[in-house]
Nanobody, 120 residues
Framework: QVQVVESGGGLGQPGGSLRLFCIAS???????IAWYRQASGKQRELVAS???????NYADSVKGRFLISRDNTKNSVGLTMNNLKLEDTTVYFC???????????????WGQGTQVTVSS
């Protein structure tokens, strides 16, 4: 079973920056890693994802502001959030897609979430 640990986040100001980190452990076969966010009463939405080959994908709402990066040697992903907006306030979750062994079907694991609050 893959363990997903998130860190970072906290309080940021409009126009400021925050960083989130996600580390996965428990499998050598880690595929895509993504950040999602979920506001109260709303569906969880994709923020950004990155493939094992470091190809990124961003939601339109964060394009040009957020940057996702990956270190395969540590199975870790960072999300740098620049030019923060009030609407970025919510809980952010890391999702890790992995395989239990080579050739196995893909499975996924979630972190417990980290709060990001943007306020002046």
């Amino acid at each position: 079973q893959v363990q997903v640990v998130e860190s970072g986040g906290g309080l940021g100001q409009p126009g400021g920056s925050l960083r989130l980190f996600c580390i996965a452990s428990g499998s050598p076969f880690i595929d895509d890693i993504a950040w999602y966010r979920q506001a109260s009463g709303k569906q969880r939405e994709l923020v950004a994802s990155i493939t094992r080959g470091a190809s990124p994908n961003y939601a339109d709402s964060v394009k040009g502001r957020f940057l996702i990066s990956r270190d395969n040697t540590k199975n870790s992903v960072g999300l740098t959030m620049n030019n923060l907006k009030l609407e970025d306030t919510t809980v952010y979750f890391c999702n890790v897609r992995y395989r239990r062994w080579y050739g196995a079907d893909e499975d996924d694991a979630w972190g417990q979430g980290t709060q990001v609050t943007v306020s002046s």
